[in-house]
Every structure is written in structure tokens, then in C-alpha cells.
């Protein structure tokens, strides 16, 4: 509440707040708006706009993999996965219909650590981004759909750790996102 607070006195308009899908949908199907109401109740309060950035996979939506470092799997996400993402983005833009009207598709998609270290690969993204707005244009056809932010980043192609953000756009555009 403070912080958005200060955000009003110093002059912002805009906040970019992060609702993690993990958080609000722990289980499949069962929604818990309480903790991002508050952030509403408060932002609206200070005459914010909120722009949503949706992410973080839940451990439902998860491998079933002990390989896998429980850390680096809250942004792991299957293909198998990406219909449930869409189906809780859609969710999520129609239960805050006429409060948010930008959302953000996951973050900063051109390093690995943002896909729980699975490989970069720009047309996973661009269909990750297809079916998350194709659900969200069905909860609100005025939502503003936003791709996450890529990292400036200089790797080198073949890079365990991301794609550089240029090469990467260029692909994302290549894979047919828009």
C-alpha cells in the first residue's frame, strides 16, 4: 500500500504488476483472487492503472520429473501446458474486465531461466503467446495483449543460457507472432 503510495506522489500514472498464475490458480480449475484484489483495492485507490504481466507456472502444470530443481520448474512450462495457461489468462482478463485493460504475456522469454532452462525457441513463445491472446480476446476483445520484455542480452547462437534479443525478435516475427 505504501509503495503504491509513493508510485502516486512521485507523478507514475502505470504500474506493471505481477499476478502469478501459481499463486492465483494453485489448483487446476480453482481460482483465489484474494492477495491480487488487494493489489486492485490498493492501486485503485491511489488512481493507478495496472498492466497485468501473467506467469509463473503452478506446481499442477508442472513436470513430474525429480530431476528437475523445484526452483527452476515455477517457470517451467510444457507445450502440453499451454492450453491451461491460455485458459487462466482468459479467466484472468474476464474476472478483471473494466479494471485492467493491458496484460503482459510471461517475461523476458529470450533466456532460458525464464523457461525453467528448457531451450529458447522463439515459435514455442509465439505459440504460447497465440493461445494466450486468442483466450484473452474472448474474455475482452479490447484487452491489450503485450509480449513479455526480452533481455538485452549479447549470447552468442547455441547459448544454454538465452538468445540474444535481437536474433530472438527476429525469430518471434519469423514464427508468425504479432
Known amino acids: 500500500q505504501r509503495s503504491l503510495q509513493?508510485?502516486?506522489?512521485?507523478?507514475?500514472?502505470?504500474?506493471?504488476?505481477?499476478f502469478p498464475w501459481a499463486y492465483i490458480e494453485a489448483e487446476?480449475?480453482?481460482?483465489?483472487?484474494?492477495?491480487?484484489?488487494?493489489?486492485?483495492?490498493?492501486?485503485?485507490?491511489q488512481g493507478l492503472t495496472?498492466?497485468?504481466?501473467?506467469?509463473?507456472v503452478p506446481e499442477w502444470a508442472q513436470p513430474d520429473d525429480?530431476?528437475?530443481?523445484?526452483?527452476l520448474s515455477l517457470n517451467y512450462l510444457?507445450?502440453?501446458h499451454y492450453r491451461d495457461f491460455a485458459a487462466f489468462v482468459g479467466t484472468f482478463v474476464e474476472h478483471y474486465k473494466g479494471q485492467i485493460g493491458h496484460i503482459i504475456i510471461w517475461n523476458e522469454?529470450?533466456?532460458?531461466v525464464e523457461w525453467g532452462y528448457q531451450t529458447v525457441r522463439p515459435v514455442d513463445y509465439a505459440e504460447l503467446l497465440r493461445q494466450a491472446s486468442t483466450a484473452a480476446r474472448k474474455s475482452n476483445p479490447e484487452i491489450v495483449i503485450l509480449a513479455g520484455a526480452l533481455?538485452?542480452?549479447?549470447?552468442?547462437?547455441?547459448?544454454?543460457?538465452?538468445?540474444?534479443?535481437?536474433d530472438y525478435l527476429r525469430?518471434?516475427?519469423?514464427?508468425g507472432a504479432s
Open 78 to 80: 510444457e507445450t502440453s
Open 151 to 166: 533481455a538485452p542480452t549479447l549470447e552468442p547462437a547455441g547459448s544454454p543460457f538465452g538468445m540474444n534479443d535481437l
Open 6 to 18: 509513493l508510485v502516486r506522489e512521485m507523478g507514475a500514472p502505470t504500474i506493471v504488476e505481477f
Open 171 to 175: 525469430n518471434l516475427y519469423e514464427a
Open 109 to 112: 522469454p529470450n533466456l532460458s
Open 66 to 71: 525429480e530431476n528437475l530443481d523445484s526452483v
Open 50 to 56: 495496472v498492466i497485468a504481466r501473467l506467469g509463473l
Open 28 to 45: 487446476k480449475g480453482r481460482y483465489n483472487w484474494q492477495h491480487s484484489a488487494l493489489i486492485m483495492r490498493h492501486a485503485q485507490s
